[in-house]
């Protein structure tokens, strides 16, 4: 008599929780966290959520692990109306690959409405479990995404920059300080010198990184530390270039989000919107006039606040349909000391006005963008009139004697852009791992 | 008698030089940097250079700018066997954007083998602008690229996390300090903590930015900040299934760098190496054995030196023609706290040895990885036998109180990659801006 041979089970591929339906009937095998569950004596119930969704599981004389243990449930796919998704999981095995040593801090599936959201970042690792956190993040995932795969069509090249810098390229408040070797450093709170001496070399250059601005801020739309999307690009006409280049990705952003994020919208009750051909463009003194005589909101200062820019925005919806505005000619006292002078129509520069522009979406500010000086003696002049040290500044100014183009850039705030477009209520939600003024942890 | 109408002539768009010959005989609209220049007397030369190559342009009559001067040459394209590329334009009209005001620090055509490497990085803001510099920031750029493309292809998230950081994840050595609001940080030295967290929620994650070595290096291969590209996945098998994606990682990019970085490989004289379908693999204690009896090459400690991680690469490239090996197994004393032990052909733990991994390629190792530990009482074990303090982990071994699944991945250094990959002698000049012992400028 002859042993048979010994035959290896094929093994059971993986099976994601959004894919149940193709699978009625068969044996499936699951992987994921046990999001909650239920013991009713006789039957036990298991929600499994994976990257994908949750699933219903359903077996009985199981020992059910904690909550958020990892597990791989093996079973049968039935339909089930009442079940997420219409179909069920009848439990053959459940297997714990790593149990939870203790209850959760947070409830995962019950946090929304029940706990602080300061709780909530206080045990971020956990909480970031949570699917209208991670629906968050995944968005934001796809927008960088989007700005990766638009901008490269478009001819730019990735680069990557110092965040430790000798001097700040907006000044030096609000600069985190670092001992280098012995020598005073900072963090950087914008890529701004390093990707304009870029476009000396590949012409269109972009960064994805993160910047640091130390001001002790409570407000919900700054964070201390966030992702930065950069772009600069050279060989321009003026900084209509650079706006209709964000135009362009602006509409990317959104019609790959409508692709691909359809059901963490849906989670989150937000809409995408409708990015128009050409967004309407209003100058700053002329956004000033129209929020007063239309609203009767007075600003001050040099730029708009942000009840201005609400009520901005409200006027672009209502009138053309648009959640987005851009804001022109800023006044040159309300931008950085490298923002290109404005033209007067008979081509001689206008020194009170700029080529900087803003992007508004949704009553908030998203991007802050323009033209560039590249020209070294209208830098020059443009330092001094800042009343800012040239000789602290040759840094930054030398780079700009050899023959830099005409060149203008943007940066967007992923945080802010997130969290607007999903109705966060503020940017630290819009972060895995948000720093403010008192949060250095998890 | 009635005046014609005013006609705007239609804007001549911008050819780049690379494209050149499609347009022989006709007009275009050149617009870059010169490169270089020579006047004799009735005519004149001008090199220009955009960002495809350059391109020879000859006139008469005209003013030449300084080199670097950025400026715009229309006139016509002739065919010229000894120009670069086979035509060279007769200049209409020479158009200066922006003139350099002085000859810059280093003769960017000649810098190749007139310049110390040190100047070089001293004058950065312009030196960058060289043919060569410029070629292996944009391989570095494009294999960035493909680190994205394929990463997403295999069902990976993109993350951000912080790097001003309460604690290091590898211990507290080599850290820059810093000043957050009157509280201890630090810069982050890995993502390692975090990409492990949010393999909790998407399960697979990547990211790239960043990271930091306070470490008074003096050697060829490290740079104290530089860019990393991190990979974490859940519900592994084992360290298998991590090498096994970071093989495909590697065919992915040398395969796009061959489609679309020919020029620069040829300019810089490096060839793209083949990835063998499966990688050779060699465990540790092997790999030194191996040099001991083939080279005489006696290994002390517990890691290889990198005399010997040269050696090893000449075997593998002489024995099965494959530039890349990976040597597993390391000992426990050689890896960080967080990796997972391995286990004895009958299941049980072996402490000795790790499923942590390095992968060499040309005679160095370039990234570093392996499976973590995924179980809370495993972990704090872990902790106790490197001899860290249990309370001062507690940041870090929280998280594993709720159910993390089997996971492992790795890191990449993309300037290394880059310099290893180019034949670059020193990782300094495979990023733009390096940060080195003695030098936080430009």
């Excluded at 239920?38 to 949750?54: A, C, I, T, Y």
Aim: aromatic share 8%; proline share 6%; charged share 25%.
């Amino acid at each position: 008599m002859t042993t048979p041979p010994i035959t290896d089970q094929p093994k059971l591929a993986r099976t994601l929780t959004r894919d149940l339906g193709q699978f009625e009937g068969q044996t499936v095998k699951l992987q994921g966290f046990v999001h909650a569950r239920r013991d009713l004596g006789g039957v036990q119930f298991v929600v499994l959520r994976d990257k994908s969704g949750v699933a219903q599981c359903v077996g009985s004389g199981l020992h059910l692990p904690l909550p958020e243990s990892s597990v791989e449930i093996t079973g049968t796919v039935k339909a089930h109306p009442k079940a997420p998704g219409g179909f069920e999981v009848q439990i053959g095995e459940l297997r714990v690959l790593s149990a939870a040593t203790q209850a959760a801090p947070v409830e995962i599936p019950k946090m929304e409405w029940n706990v602080n959201p300061e709780t909530m970042l206080d045990y971020r690792y956990v909480s970031v479990r949570g699917l209208r956190e991670r629906a968050a993040l995944r968005v934001q995932g796809e927008i960088v995404q989007t700005f990766h795969t638009y901008l490269r069509a478009q001819g730019f090249t990735e680069i990557s920059t110092p965040k430790i810098v000798s001097a700040g390229a907006e000044g030096g408040a609000n600069l985190f300080k670092l001992d280098y070797f012995g020598e005073q450093a900072y963090l950087a709170q914008s890529p701004q010198l390093y990707k304009q001496i870029m476009v000396g070399v590949f012409e269109r250059v972009y960064e994805v990184a993160p910047v640091y601005r130390a001001e002790e801020h409570a407000t919900s739309r700054h964070l201390n530390e966030y992702l930065s999307l950069d772009v600069e690009m050279g060989f321009i006409e003026d900084e209509e270039d650079v706006m209709e280049l964000e135009n362009g990705l602006m509409a990317a952003i959104m019609a790959h989000l409508k692709e691909a994020c359809a059901a963490e919208f849906e989670l989150l009750g937000a809409s995408i919107p409708a990015v128009p051909a050409r967004i309407p463009r209003i100058t700053l003194m002329e956004a000033r006039q129209l929020v007063t005589e239309k609203f009767g909101h007075h600003v001050g200062g040099k730029d708009l606040d942000p009840e201005a820019e609400r009520l901005l925005c409200q006027h672009y919806a209502e009138t053309e349909g648009s959640d987005f505005v851009f804001v022109t000619k800023y006044p040159r006292a309300a931008r950085p000391f490298y923002t290109h002078a404005d033209h007067n129509p008979d081509g001689s520069l206008n020194p009170d006005f700029t080529r900087g522009f803003d992007l508004l979406f949704r009553g908030i500010e998203i991007t802050s963008g323009g033209q560039r000086i590249h020209d070294h003696a209208m830098l020059m002049d443009s330092i001094r009139a800042y009343k800012m040290n040239p000789e602290a500044m040759v840094g930054y100014s030398e780079v700009f004697k050899y023959g830099m183009p005409p060149h203008g850039g943007f940066a967007i705030g992923a945080e802010r852009l997130t969290a607007k477009l999903l109705g966060i209520s503020n940017v630290r939600y819009a972060r895995a791992f948000p720093r403010d003024r008192h949060r250095l942890t998890p």
